[in-house]
Structure formats: structure tokens, C-alpha cells
């Protein structure tokens, strides 16, 4: 409409060129119907876009304006049609890619693109192109080859992409194995078993299945001179031409990249002033525009503003902005610290001048704590000394006292050493006496000599006021005569009772060995009187010298007793001692700690005092920077966008033309 009325000064509504229809606008219903809800229609797009990042790995950010919107009907139309061909006629960056890309992933077909590389020439795109014509024909799927002017290595490319517009096939590109490939694939779905039939179907079938999209660039002859030469450029295909966008769709897009920005500082700044800077980058986008046409017009010099220009200037508009906030911020956080740090450094020289007035009162108390204690560490030691002195002297008395005992105990158990060992003899005897020796003498009516002598002298021991046999037979008759005779106490006999047992000593008959003649248990005994005889005159002449041993004893454990009570006399005065240097120990570390905090904090007083005296005239100078760079940072948003707008644009100008864009923005 714009195009008639522009050419031929005719109106003409025009409001059927937006009506759209397709069979993807409802997922409910896939009928052929017309769209009329552009909004819902827009969010199943961004939807799709989704879903094909997700299954593809690629990622499709459109902005489905209206005229996309238009361009994406179309393709999907030509896409479900047999034969649907398209030559997409536009500058780079128009989304021509993006939504035929998007439009095969709506159609559920496969979208496939050559990957040119260094080396790339006509064996590999005939390659690439014949797995293309297999695919379509033999699989009997749809297949969209997306191709564009800017990856024609040789023209012959067109003349192959021309033979498959035309005819749907290229000379000389199947090999006999492809060949026995496709009538094996076709033979099924063709109606003749002839090989020639076959053939011509599976061409057919190439023809409806292979959609190729050629995506061409208007500008320069080469554009017009190929359409010339590979008619079926035209002819085979439904052109679409990708014309500029208009204000409204540029200015949705500019709204779409700044309200999600991928800066992180700019983002919420970008978002503040999203409205204004949409229109302002529509407004340098159509100035361009306007000075490209008066430059041509002046100088027969051409400029062409793309789509691409247009998100390049977005693009470099966000990490401009990003880039120069950050240096700002970063400026202003080195001066901001600066600042900081001078004003804390001002608040720890007050702090320290009040820790040093504060200090002085403790070092003096410490001071003196510490002589103090030292005057009480020097009397406690004073004190212990003396204590100490008089705990030698009762420990060498009663070291001598000690041995003195130990002489007069050596001796005792000298004579002890004597005498006990026959004295355990005669008891180890006894102890083999059993009740059946005893029955068998107290059986004797009239007794021998030797065994009436020995019970006599038993007797005797044990108290018996008569010696006789009819007296023995009544000790013997006791339970306890054995008990007796092992518990008896050796070292209380009387004399008297001693006195008359050496009648028996002194009997050259009483004798272990002679009685023992007679009787076995009677020599027992025997031993036993013996043992008791010869303990007594042994213990008789111990007897003075256990009692010098029992006053040495005494005289030793009352020693013990005064060393002892000495003895905890020094240990308190010790502790107390120790005590003492503890404290004083404490106190004086307590005082080199304030002592050294001191030397500390007056180190630090002298370098703040150094740093505050030498930064004194830059404080002034900081705050104006601070200022300054505030200020800076807010005309960020304009004057970063018209540097980024100098970059997209302005380089092709001369610099006139220059002067007067920079002017107008």
C-alpha cells in the first residue's frame, strides 16, 4: 500500500495485508483458519522459541512484531505446501534465518544448513546436496534446505539449486549404488514396476518433499544479474521481500533487549529509562536513514542501514553503558574509600589519644602492684629460709634416731634369725600330726617310756598341774590339743613352768631322734619342746633390747610427728611464696602488656598523624571528584548512547554530515 501510494499517488486500504491465516495459531486445532488474536499469538511464539532452544541447543530470540509475525505466517504456508520454495529478498540481520529456522520447527520439519569451511567447493555441496534429494525421496519427508547468497563458493551452486527448482535433479550427481538406493526406497509407493517410472516418481517426490529457501540480499548488481541467469530463481519460488522495519517494530525490539539486559549494574538503570531510550534509539535509527538518502543525493555515495546496524547499536549500547559504569564505580569506590579511610583514620587518632590517657593511670597502679609484691615475694622467702633451716636440723635428728633404731632392730632379729627357724621346724612337724596318731597313743594302757616322758613334757607346756599319763590322756581327749598346741603363745611362758621342763631338756633320752624310736607323732612334739625351750632363752636376752628399740621407736615417731608439723610450715610458706611470684608474674606481664599497647598505639598515633598531615589537602580534592563523578554517572544513560550511536552509524559519514546527525540526536 505504501509502495502504490509512494509511486502512483493512489490510496489503498491496505488492511488486508494483515490479515493472516495458518494452521499452527491454535495447538487445540490445527485447521486452516484465519488469526485475529495477534497477543495470544505472540506468546505461542515466544513459546515455540522456547521449546526449539530447548530440543535444538540453539538458542532463537525474535521479537515477533507484527511484520514478523506476517513473514512467519508465510513461511509456514510455503512449508506445508508441495513444491514450497522461497527466495527471502532483505538486508542482513532482517531474522530471514531465525524465522525460517522457526517456521521448519513449527512444520515439524528437519531445517538443514551447509557448514562452509576452508576447503569447501562443489564435491562437498554436491555432496551435501544429494544426501538432501535421498532423504526427501526416499524417506518421503519434508526437508527444508535454508541457503543463502553468502555461502555461494562457486556459481554453480545456483546452477544445481536452479536444476532442482527446475526439474528436481542435477546431472550426474547419483552414483549406481544410489541409484539401486532409490528404486529400492520408491519401488513401493510407485504404481509401475518400471525403472524409468520410478525414477520420475522418486523425482516427484523430491520436488514436493525439498523445500528449498534461498535468502538473498537486494543490494548491488550481483542480485539482479543471478535472477537473470538461474531463472528458476523466480520462477520456482515464492519471493518474500524482507523490507525495513518499521518505528514501531524497532521500538519493541529496543523494549524487549532492555527490559532483560545481561549487564549486571546497568540493568536496573537500563529498566528506569527503558521508554525514553526505545524512542531515542527509533529516533537515530530513522535519522540514519534520512541522512543516508540526503547523502546520496549529495555526493551519489550510498549507505545501507540494516537490522543489523540497528541491534548493534542495542548491543554495543548495553556494554558501553555497562562498561563505563563500572569504571565510574569503580572510581568512585577508590575515592569513596579514600574518604572513608581518612575519616576513620581521624576517628582512631581520638580513640588512641583517649586508650593513652586512659593507659597511664594502669601502668602507674601496675608499677607499684609489682614493687609491692616484690617487697612481700622477698619476706615470704625470708621466712620459708628460716622455716626451712629448722626442718634440716629435725630431719637429722631424726635420721639419727632412725638408725639408732635400726641398730638395736638388726640386732633383735639376729637373734630371732636363730632361733625361729627351729621353732617353724617344730611347727611344720606338728602339722603333720593327724587325730588317728593321737587315738593311737592315748590307746596305750601302760605307754613306753619314751611317749609318757614326751606327753609329760607336752603337758607341762600347756599347763598341766600333774604330770601323769592319766592327765595327758585327758589334754589328748581335747578337740582343740592340736589348736593348742599351734596358737601357743611362746613369748609369755612363766619361768617356773621352764624351769622344770629342763629336767626333760636335759634328759639325754629326750631327743627327736631316741623318741622318735617310739613314736613318730611323739617326735613331733619332742621337736616342738625343744623349739619352745630354745625360743624362750633366746627371746630372754632380747628382751632389754626390745625395749631400747620400742623407746627408740617412740622417740623416732615423735621426731616424725615435729618434722611433720615443720615440715607443713615450710610447704605453706612455700605455697604462699609461690603464690606470691604469681601474682607478681601476672603483674608484671599485665604491665609489659600496657607497655607495649602503649608502644603500639603511639607507633600508630604517629603514622595516622604522618598519613592525616600528608593527605590533609586531597581530602578537598577527593570530595570534588566524588561530586563530579556522581554527576557523571547519571548523564551516563544519554551520553554513552549517542557514543554507541557514533559507533553503529556515523562511520561511513563524512564529517559534515557527522556534525549535523550528533546535532539532531
Given at each position: 500500500?505504501?509502495?502504490?501510494?509512494?509511486?502512483?499517488?493512489?490510496?489503498?486500504?491496505d488492511s488486508w495485508s494483515k490479515m493472516l491465516y495458518g494452521d499452527w495459531g491454535d495447538t487445540k486445532n490445527d485447521a486452516y483458519k484465519r488469526i485475529t488474536d495477534m497477543k495470544s499469538i505472540q506468546e505461542l511464539l515466544n513459546d515455540f522459541q522456547v521449546d526449539f532452544g530447548v530440543q535444538t541447543s540453539k538458542e532463537i530470540d525474535l521479537v515477533m512484531f507484527d511484520d514478523a509475525i506476517q513473514h512467519l505466517t508465510r513461511m509456514c504456508r510455503m512449508l506445508r505446501q508441495p513444491r514450497?520454495?522461497?527466495?527471502?529478498?532483505?538486508?542482513?540481520?532482517?531474522?530471514?534465518?531465525?524465522?525460517?529456522?522457526?517456521?521448519?520447527?513449527?512444520?515439524?520439519?528437519?531445517c538443514f544448513q551447509i557448514s562452509v569451511s576452508r576447503g569447501y567447493d562443489i564435491p562437498q555441496f554436491r555432496e551435501d546436496l544429494k544426501g538432501l534429494l535421498l532423504e526427501a525421496g526416499c524417506s518421503g519427508k519434508s526437508v527444508v534446505f535454508l541457503f543463502a547468497d553468502t555461502q555461494i563458493v562457486r556459481e554453480q551452486f545456483l546452477e544445481d539449486i536452479n536444476n532442482v527448482l527446475n526439474v528436481g535433479d542435477v546431472p550426474n550427481i547419483y552414483l549406481t549404488e544410489d541409484y539401486e538406493r532409490i528404486i529400492?526406497?520408491?519401488?513401493?509407493?510407485?504404481?509401475?514396476?518400471?525403472?524409468?517410472?520410478?525414477?520420475?516418481?522418486y523425482i516427484q517426490l523430491v520436488r514436493d518433499n525439498l523445500h528449498v529457501i534461498f535468502c538473498v540480499s537486494p543490494i548491488g548488481d550481483q542480485f539482479r544479474s543471478r535472477l537473470r541467469m538461474f531463472p528458476s530463481l523466480v520462477n520456482c519460488m515464492t519471493i518474500d521481500w524482507y523490507t525495513k522495519w518499521p518505528s514501531e517494530a524497532l521500538k519493541q525490539v529496543a523494549n524487549h533487549l532492555f527490559t532483560?539486559?545481561?549487564?549486571?549494574?546497568?540493568?536496573?538503570?537500563?529498566?528506569?529509562?527503558?521508554?525514553?531510550?526505545?524512542?531515542?534509539?527509533?529516533?537515530?535509527?530513522?535519522?540514519?536513514?534520512?541522512?543516508?538518502?540526503?547523502?546520496y543525493n549529495s555526493l551519489k555515495r550510498r549507505n545501507y542501514t540494516t537490522p543489523t546496524s540497528y541491534l548493534s547499536l542495542l548491543a554495543s549500547y548495553l556494554t558501553m553503558l555497562e562498561a563505563s559504569m563500572s569504571d565510574t564505580d569503580q572510581q568512585l569506590s577508590r575515592f569513596q574509600s579514600g574518604l572513608d579511610k581518612l575519616a576513620s583514620t581521624s576517628t582512631m587518632v581520638e580513640k588512641l589519644k583517649k586508650d593513652l590517657q586512659d593507659m597511664q593511670p594502669k601502668l602507674e597502679k601496675a608499677s607499684k602492684e609489682a614493687e609491692i609484691q616484690g617487697k612481700e615475694i622477698a619476706r615470704g622467702k625470708e621466712a620459708a629460709g628460716k622455716v626451712k633451716a629448722i626442718v634440716e636440723v629435725e630431719e637429722a635428728k631424726c635420721k639419727k634416731i632412725m638408725d639408732e633404731a635400726e641398730v638395736i632392730r638388726a640386732d633383735c632379729q639376729a637373734g630371732l634369725?636363730?632361733?625361729?627357724?627351729?621353732?617353724?621346724?617344730?611347727?611344720?612337724?606338728?602339722?603333720?600330726?593327724?587325730?588317728?596318731?593321737?587315738?593311737?597313743?592315748?590307746?596305750?594302757?601302760?605307754?613306753?617310756?619314751?611317749?609318757?616322758?614326751?606327753?609329760?613334757?607336752?603337758?607341762?607346756?600347756?599347763?598341766?598341774?600333774?604330770?601323769?599319763?592319766?592327765?595327758?590322756?585327758?589334754?589328748?581327749?581335747?578337740?582343740?590339743?592340736?589348736?593348742k598346741l599351734e596358737e601357743f603363745d611362746k613369748d609369755n611362758i612363766d619361768k617356773k613352768i621352764i624351769n622344770k621342763l629342763q629336767a626333760f631338756i636335759k634328759d639325754q633320752g629326750f631327743t627327736p631322734e631316741i623318741i622318735g624310736q617310739s613314736s613318730n607323732p611323739c617326735k613331733s612334739m619332742c621337736m616342738w619342746c625343744r623349739a619352745i625351750d630354745n625360743y624362750y632363752w633366746v627371746t630372754r636376752d632380747l628382751g632389754p633390747k626390745k625395749a631400747a628399740l620400742s623407746v627408740a621407736e617412740?622417740?623416732?615417731?615423735?621426731?616424725?610427728?615435729?618434722?611433720?608439723?615443720?615440715?607443713?610450715?615450710?610447704?605453706?610458706?612455700?605455697?604462699?611464696?609461690?603464690?606470691?611470684?604469681?601474682?607478681?608474674?601476672?603483674?608484671?606481664?599485665?604491665?609489659?602488656s600496657l607497655e607495649e599497647q602503649k608502644r603500639q598505639a603511639m607507633a600508630k598515633l604517629d603514622r595516622a598523624d604522618q598519613l592525616l598531615g600528608g593527605l590533609a589537602g586531597e581530602a578537598g580534592r577527593w570530595k570534588e571528584n566524588v561530586a563530579a563523578l556522581e554527576k557523571s554517572k547519571n548523564m551516563l544513560v544519554g551520553t554513552m548512547l549517542l557514543a554507541s550511536g557514533c559507533v553503529a552509524y556515523i562511520g561511513p559519514f563524512p564529517s559534515k554530515f557527522r556534525k549535523e546527525i550528533v546535532a539532531k540526536w
Open positions: 500500500g505504501e509502495t502504490v501510494k509512494k509511486n502512483l499517488g493512489i490510496g489503498v486500504d514450497g520454495n522461497a527466495l527471502l529478498v532483505g538486508v542482513g540481520g532482517s531474522g530471514r534465518h531465525s524465522i525460517t529456522e522457526l517456521a521448519a520447527f513449527i512444520c515439524q520439519q528437519k529400492n526406497a520408491t519401488r513401493e509407493k510407485c504404481s509401475s514396476d518400471n525403472r524409468r517410472s520410478i525414477i520420475r516418481h532483560k539486559p545481561k549487564g549486571g549494574g546497568c540493568a536496573e538503570t537500563v529498566k528506569k529509562y527503558e521508554a525514553k531510550l526505545s524512542e531515542m534509539c527509533v529516533t537515530m535509527h530513522t535519522t540514519i536513514e534520512d541522512q543516508s538518502e540526503d547523502m634369725d636363730k632361733a625361729m627357724p627351729v621353732f617353724f621346724q617344730a611347727q611344720e612337724a606338728l602339722k603333720t600330726l593327724e587325730k588317728k596318731d593321737i587315738d593311737q597313743i592315748k590307746s596305750y594302757a601302760k605307754p613306753p617310756e619314751a611317749v609318757e616322758k614326751t606327753m609329760n613334757a607336752v603337758i607341762l607346756l600347756l599347763g598341766a598341774a600333774k604330770l601323769d599319763w592319766a592327765t595327758a590322756k585327758q589334754f589328748m581327749a581335747d578337740t582343740r590339743f592340736f589348736k617412740a622417740k623416732l615417731q615423735a621426731a616424725k610427728a615435729e618434722l611433720d608439723v615443720k615440715q607443713s610450715e615450710l610447704n605453706e610458706s612455700n605455697m604462699k611464696v609461690a603464690k606470691l611470684e604469681k601474682d607478681a608474674e601476672e603483674t608484671i606481664a599485665k604491665k609489659e
